[in-house]
C-alpha cells in the first residue's frame, strides 16, 4: 500500500474474501484476545474498528474501520478506510470551518467596499491569508498521516491476520 505518493488523507482500500461473514467475525474476535495489549478490536454489527491501544496511541496514531458487506454469494466484501484520531480529525474540521468562513466574510466585504469604492486592500489581505492557511492546513494533516504511516502498516497487517484464513496471496487495493 502505497501512502506517501497521493493526495488522499484517508486512505481507503477494497478487498473480496472467499470467507463468510461469520468466519470473518469468527476471527475478528480470535484475533481480539490474541494482541488486546497492543490493539483494541471493536466489532459491532458489520463493522471492525481496529485501533493502537491508549499507551501506544500518539496524536497522529490512526484507527482502520473495517466495514463487511456479505454478498449473495456468500463471500464477503471488505471496505477499510484509515483515518485520524477522531479527536484530531474534529479540530481540523472546525480549523476548516473556521478558515472557509473567515474567507467567505471577508470576501464580501471585499465585494461590498469594491461597490463603495473604498479599499478593498485589508479585506484582499486577509481573504488571500485564509488560502495560505488552508495550504498550511493540507500539509500539517499530510505530515500528520506521513507520521502515522508504521501504525497504519501495523493495522494493515492485523487487517491482514483477520481475512489470511484461505486468503494469503490476494492484496487489498488502495483507492481514494
Given at each position: 500500500?502505497?501512502l ?8 481507503r ?10 468466519e ?24 471492525i ?9 500518539r ?16 463471500t464477503?466484501?471488505?471496505?477499510g ?22 474567507f467567505l ?12 469604492k ?22 500539517i ?8 504511516r508504521?501504525?497504519i ?21 488502495v483507492?481514494?
Amino acid at each position: 500500500m502505497e501512502l506517501d505518493n497521493n493526495v488522499v488523507l484517508r486512505p481507503r482500500f477494497h478487498k473480496d474474501v472467499d470467507l463468510t461473514f461469520s468466519e470473518i467475525i469468527a476471527n475478528a474476535t480470535k484475533i481480539k484476545e490474541e494482541v488486546k495489549e497492543d490493539y483494541r478490536v471493536k466489532i459491532s454489527d458489520h463493522h471492525i474498528f481496529l485501533f493502537i491501544i491508549l499507551a501506544k496511541r500518539r496524536y497522529y496514531s490512526p484507527h482502520l474501520h473495517i466495514q463487511v458487506i456479505e454478498k449473495e454469494d456468500k463471500t464477503v466484501h471488505l471496505k477499510g478506510l484509515f483515518g485520524p484520531d477522531q479527536t484530531v480529525w474534529t479540530f481540523f474540521m472546525f480549523l476548516h470551518f473556521i478558515v472557509a468562513g473567515i474567507f467567505l466574510v471577508f470576501g464580501m466585504f471585499a465585494i461590498s467596499d469594491g461597490m463603495l469604492k473604498t479599499s478593498v486592500t485589508k479585506d484582499l489581505i486577509i481573504s488571500g491569508l485564509m488560502v495560505v492557511i488552508w495550504f498550511l492546513l493540507y500539509f500539517i494533516a499530510k505530515q500528520i498521516r506521513y507520521n502515522g504511516r508504521h501504525q497504519i502498516m501495523e493495522l494493515m497487517r492485523l487487517f491482514l491476520r483477520i481475512v489470511e484464513h484461505e486468503e494469503g496471496n490476494k492484496k487489498a487495493e488502495v483507492t481514494s
